[in-house]
């Protein structure tokens, strides 16, 4: 602490420290198993390393790099026995803020148009992806062609002067070193990841240049690369010391798991975005899990598809709602049986209210109109043709009739009678999904139902089974269920906005030792 407070306070003692101090004794220390003494070590060092000058500190970090610290830190610290205490666990927050804002420079700096070594990297991207042998043989204008041809199929926006993408800061040269990494790192990946794209529909592909140029500055955010390290921070990244290149290596795995998430979504050009905040998802969920190896972080990462994002944000939404909390869950079986008395009712006026069905014969498609509906006490069915464009017809007008007593059973989809002749075509399949029928009286006949939608489908097969005595199981009946469901909660937990729920009830305070304070209205006043 009192060499901490040295190397602090001027740049005289902060030279006398580093002269008799020297980083090969700091990384011994660091090597032992007392955690106090790794602790005080690697506070000097941070001290040391947030001092020194531009030039000292680039030449300790050189040296640090030659003699791999991150690796010991990642064996004697990270993976000792002892869990990582709160004054470490800073430091190695500072000791990564650092290291990574040592990026910041390549981040705030666009790319030079007249530089030639960065013009030959972006050309090299071209011809590791469309290596063509021809390509010195052509004119000036027909390479030119060519070239802006491969560099729009790469997914630059600039396809003639590829340059001008590169020149929003951040994320500057960054996100060209990261593309470089990739292409020559892995060569294979690369070539695979422009090809199928630039094969697809030019709506449905997916642009990897202008994709990781979005990639690099997200990932600079997330490992808050330019951001002074926090006083208090503690948020470190086990994989950070496990990887040299750390944000390179990320950029590879993500560039291909936002190829992959970008095919699950279906994409377009103008998903762009959503794409982006979806991977943007991936990779903070899968790094706040502090993965401590880079194969570690490739294999959650990649578990964690699209269909899990919309799942964690279905969740998290009904979490932040808290219609999760016990509280809430026990309230709402509580109010179930009165919103689906509400639902029954509801079935029950519309089979009384009545609905026009079409007859569908085996010889002509459309055949005769017929109207069913309810009596008002619910214990009659009438039924009976009608004419073209008839609204409501009478319930006098229907003549045939079906006691609600008789009725035995209802049928659905192929059980029913008028459906088992039917063959399996496309039509004919639709029909199925709305046919139901009901048997009746003792010789069991039949009375079959084709109804015009799937809602007129599910109110009738529900407000039939409430007649019968049975459970509604309509996809309908179970969305409006949920809908009213949500409702009433909201309306009674409206009090209670921004007043967080126990999961427990409190508990019931002791009773009182006597009950004097009690006033007895037996005894007459005098």
């Not at 809430?328 to 109010?335: A, C, F, P, S």
Request: charged share 25%; proline share 5%.
């Amino acid at each position: 602490a009192i060499l901490e407070s040295m190397v602090q306070s001027s740049s005289s003692l902060f030279l006398q420290v580093k002269q008799e101090v020297t980083l090969e004794r700091l990384i011994a220390h660091l090597q032992v198993t007392n955690q106090q003494i790794q602790t005080k070590a690697m506070a000097l060092l941070i001290a040391l390393l947030q001092t020194a000058g531009e030039a000292d500190r680039k030449e300790m970090f050189d040296f640090l790099g030659k003699i791999n610290l991150r690796l010991y830190i990642y064996k004697n610290i990270i993976h000792s026995s002892a869990a990582v205490g709160d004054e470490m666990a800073h430091y190695l927050y500072v000791l990564q803020s650092v290291t990574l804002n040592l990026l910041e420079a390549r981040m705030r700096t666009p790319l030079d148009s007249y530089s030639q070594e960065q013009r030959d990297i972006l050309h090299s991207l071209r011809q590791a992806a469309f290596e063509m042998d021809t390509e010195s043989s052509l004119s000036n204008e027909r390479r030119r062609s060519l070239c802006a041809k491969e560099f729009k199929k790469l997914g630059f926006s600039n396809n003639s002067n590829p340059g001008l993408d590169l020149n929003r800061t951040p994320p500057g040269l960054l996100a060209l070193d990261t593309m470089a990494y990739f292409s020559s790192r892995y060569p294979d990946a690369y070539s695979r990841f422009v090809l199928e794209n630039s094969s697809r529909e030019d709506k449905h592909e997916c642009p990897f240049a202008r994709s990781s140029i979005q990639l690099t500055q997200i990932l600079c955010e997330i490992l808050r690369i330019g951001e002074p390290s926090s006083e208090t921070g503690q948020d470190y990244h086990p994989i950070f010391f496990a990887q040299d290149r750390l944000l390179e290596e990320l950029f590879c795995i993500c560039i291909q798991l936002l190829n992959k998430t970008w095919k699950e979504m279906r994409a377009t050009q103008e998903d762009f975005d959503k794409v982006m905040q979806v991977v943007r998802e991936q990779i903070t969920r899968t790094l706040s899990s502090k993965p401590t190896s880079l194969e570690l972080f490739k294999n959650k990462v990649n578990a964690l598809n699209y269909s899990e994002i919309l799942k964690l944000r279905q969740t998290e939404r009904l979490h932040q709602e808290e219609t999760l909390a016990p509280p809430v869950l026990e309230l709402k079986e509580r109010l179930k049986p009165e919103l689906l008395e509400l639902i029954r009712q509801q079935r029950l006026n519309r089979l009384c209210h009545g609905t026009l069905f079409r007859k569908i014969s085996s010889r002509r498609r459309q055949d005769k109109l017929w109207y069913c509906r309810l009596s008002p006490n619910h214990k009659v069915l009438h039924y009976g043709d009608v004419e073209e464009e008839t609204d409501t017809p009478p319930i006098e007008t229907l003549q045939e009739k079906i006691p609600v007593a008789d009725i035995k059973a209802l049928l659905t989809g192929k059980d029913c009678p008028h459906m088992k002749e039917r063959s399996s075509g496309r039509q004919n399949r639709e029909v199925l999904d709305l046919a139901f029928s009901i048997t009746y009286d003792v010789e069991e006949n039949n009375l079959n139902f084709i109804a015009s939608s799937r809602t007129d489908f599910c109110l009738w097969t529900d407000g039939l089974n409430v007649l019968l005595g049975r459970d509604m199981t309509s996809e309908c009946m179970r969305s409006e269920l949920e809908i009213l469901l949500s409702m009433e909660i909201k309306l009674r937990l409206l009090d209670l906005e921004n007043i967080p729920i126990p999961d427990t009830a409190p508990p019931l305070p002791k009773p009182p030792s006597n009950y004097n304070f009690c006033y007895d209205f037996s005894q007459a006043e005098q």
